[in-house]
Structure formats: C-alpha cells, structure tokens
C-alpha cells in the first residue's frame, strides 16, 4: 500500500514563540535575555512570523500543504493576569482568516510551551491554580477565535515537563547548579519567589502533570463549546524500547511519562502523536545511542521507524483517532530530512494497513526556527529562513512533501 485515505491531512506545524518574535510579556523572554541564559541566544524577532505569517501561508499552499498547526500565544493574550488583549486576539482571528482565505486549515493550539511571565511567578503548572487560569484563558480565547478555529490542541506535550525530569533523575546527572541558579536569577528579576519561579520545561514534572492532565480535560470542555471541529491534546511519544533487563524501568517510565497521559484522553476527538526518535533503558539507566548510529542535530539518533510503534501504542491506549501532530529531524542536510521522513510515512502506511485509525501527518517544521535552549543551530525546517532578510527558501525536501501530500501517497 502506497496511498493514504481520501481526506488525510497534510500539513506543517510552527509554534509561535518559536517564529513569531518579540514574545516580551513570556517567561522565556525573560529567561533568554538574563546574564548566564540557559539559553544558547534569545529568540529575538525569530521569523517575524507575527508579520509575515500571510506570506508564509500562502506559501504553504502553493507548496501542496492542506494544513498550517500553529499556536496563539498566552503571554500576548494575557500579557497581565486577567487583562486580555481585544488586539492580541484580533491578530490570531486574522491569521486564521488568512489559512482559511488561501485554503489552508487552522489547527490551534492553545499551549505551546511559553506562558506569562505572571504565571511561571506564579507557580506555573505546579500550582494547583494553573487548571482554572489556564481554563479562564481559553475560554476567552475561544469565545473570539471558536467559530473560526477548524482542528484545536489544547495543550502541547503535557508529558514533556515529566519526561524532561524523570530523564534528568535517570541519567542521574548531578546538575552542575546551573539550573536552579537561572531559576533563582528569573525568579528574582521578575519580583517573585525563588520557591515559585517554574517554567514549563525546566520545573518540576511530578509536580506538573497532575495539572496538566486536569487542565487538558477542563480546557476540553471549555473549548468543545465553542468549536464545532476535533479538539485534542498533543503528547511528545519516543519510542521506548529496552535492552535485557531494562524492562521494569522502560515499563515504569512508559507509564509514568506516556500512558497516564493517554489514559486521561479516551473519549476525546484525537490524540497528537509527537515523535522524534527512541529511548533505550537498560537496568536502572537510559542508554546512549547505539555506537556508530546516525546522530541528528539534537543529538537523537536518527530512528525515523519510532513513529510507527508510537501512533500504535497511541491508538492503543487512549483508543482515540490519531493525527501525527509533528514529526521531524533537525538536519544541515536536507537529503536526511527526506529519508527520514520517507521512512517515517512508510511506518504510517504500515499502521493504516493494520486499521489503525490514523488521520493525518503533520511536520516538524514549516520554517527553520528558535530551537528553545538550542537557539536557531538545529534546522528542523521545511523552509530556510536568511534572518538577516526574513527572505524564506523551500527546501528539496519542502518540494518533496508538497508533492507527497498533493498525491496523497509514495511512490
Ligand atoms: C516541540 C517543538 C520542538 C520540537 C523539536 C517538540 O518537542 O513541540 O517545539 O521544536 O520538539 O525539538
């Protein structure tokens, strides 16, 4: 089998601190700019997506794409805890009108990483508050945006801050300090207290995801209500595999970083499947990659069949529709970005053909952009981005997947 089914969704995904620019009322903000960042450069003007983005969707069409994943941004939203932005949420109606103007569906989401910089003071998601402000917001958002929006995720990767932690315990690095001194430094910096000072990727993940599993399931609902299309949560999904005798840890950390987030979204009208490469666990340790295997820019080993056992373990376990909401290589060398992507859409169609309810593929990423502590090193793009210029230039493997989408099969 080489064909999709009719109706496959074919798109690219962004998120907004990533390529919009300017994001100043952000945690992230914050913590780039600051003396001793964690991060390799600030985000700066990123893509200037926030201007640019009619360009940018238009030329995602022109490529053969049917639909743009991008997310709103909280922080210009609510830039201060209970002002919301009438201006802010004009801008992200007028972007969604011009997907809906060049024949592009708009999929959503309402979390992508980045919040206020009120909110991380505050707690963050580690704070039993963050289920209500974050459901205060989206049905704010909602109410504005609803009758446009096509496809809605709530929350990006709600198992990330989990699995970020628990792979930092299971590595058993001994941070060098850095961490919570940049935690304290914000902390400081913004007015708040060093105990409450938790952004999303660097917190504590234990603490975090009893929230966001419950947050997912209040936004659900306050979102359903507003919009007539699918909404769902997105979740980060490596495959996990285990050498001789690391099954006990593989099978725990599977549970804890992966299945109880995907028990929690049974009944919903998808789960996006998010993957990049495996994990290894051996007795009590996380393994390498393989000596000798292909390495990404991130570091992965490049492992492109990994999306194959995560959609099924996905559909399995939360017994939901699945889109694949990104999948992606950070790569100099676009010749790579298309044999993994190839190989990856091979495993989709292998899945297909066993029934299992598969929707749509979307990549990671339309535009190389702000690869988060990486800054702009890794190219997870489609596109090239000359930042001095804000000039785009498809790349081969742009054409590729245009073509690959507009057929709606491989040859
Ligand atoms: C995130 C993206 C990120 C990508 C590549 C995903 O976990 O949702 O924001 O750029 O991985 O690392």
């Known amino acids: 089998m080489s064909r999709f089914p009719d109706g496959f969704l074919w798109g690219t995904a962004t998120a907004a601190h990533q390529v919009e620019g300017g994001n100043t009322s ?11 960042s964690l991060f390799a450069e600030p985000s700066g003007d990123a893509c200037d997506h926030y201007h640019l983005y009619d360009r940018d969707i238009a030329m995602l069409k022109a490529l053969g794409f049917g639909v743009y994943r991008f997310s709103i941004e909280w922080a210009r939203i609510e830039p ?13 109606r007028r972007m969604i009108a011009s997907c ?9 989401t309402f979390h992508h990483f980045t919040a206020p910089l009120w909110f991380t003071r505050d707690g963050g998601w580690e704070d039993a508050s963050s289920v209500d402000r974050f459901a205060r ?21 709600a198992n990330i801050p989990i699995m970020v932690t628990m792979m930092r ?34 917190g504590n993940g234990h603490a975090a995801a009893p929230n966001l599993i419950a947050a997912h399931r209040k936004s659900y609902d306050v979102l359903k209500a507003h919009i007539d299309g699918p909404v ?6 490596n495959e996990f595999q285990a050498v001789e005798g690391g099954e006990a840890l593989r099978d725990m950390a599977d549970q804890a970083i992966n299945g109880q987030f995907l028990e929690s979204l049974k009944g919903d009208d998808f789960v996006g499947v998010q993957t ?45 529709p699945v889109i694949v909401t990104e999948n992606g290589i950070g790569t100099e060398d676009d010749t790579r970005r298309i044999e993994y992507t190839r190989r990856a859409l091979e495993g989709c169609l292998r899945a297909l053909e ?5 929707r749509g593929y979307i990549h990671w990423s339309m535009l190389d952009n702000y690869e988060w502590l990486e800054g702009y090193r890794p190219k997870f793009g489609l596109v090239e981005v000359d930042r001095a210029t804000q000039a785009r230039r498809p790349k081969p493997s742009a054409y590729w997947l245009g073509e690959v989408a507009k057929g709606n099969g491989l040859d």
């Open 26 to 36: 952000s945690d992230l903000w914050l913590m780039e700019m600051m003396k001793d």
């Open 80 to 92: 201060e805890e209970g002002f919301f932005s009438a201006a802010a949420l004009d801008h992200y």
């Open 100 to 108: 809906l103007a060049h024949g592009i569906v708009p999929m959503v």
């Open 137 to 157: 917001y989206c049905e704010k958002a909602a109410r504005a945006l609803g009758d446009v929006v096509d496809y809605a995720c709530t929350i990006n990767e």
């Open 169 to 202: 315990e299971a590595v058993g690095i001994r941070g060098s300090g850095r961490r919570e001194r940049a935690l304290e430094e914000a902390a400081r910096l913004c007015g708040g207290a060093v105990a409450k000072f938790a952004p999303y990727l660097s």
């Open 232 to 237: 769902g949560m997105t979740v980060a999904l």
């Open 276 to 320: 990049y490469t495996r994990v290894r666990f051996a007795k009590d340790t996380v393994l390498p990659p393989p000596d000798g295997a292909e390495r990404t820019q991130m570091g992965y080993e490049f492992y492109p069949e990994a999306l194959e056992a995560t959609i099924r373990q996905a559909a399995r376990v939360s017994h939901c």
């Open 354 to 358: 066993d029934g299992v309810d598969l």
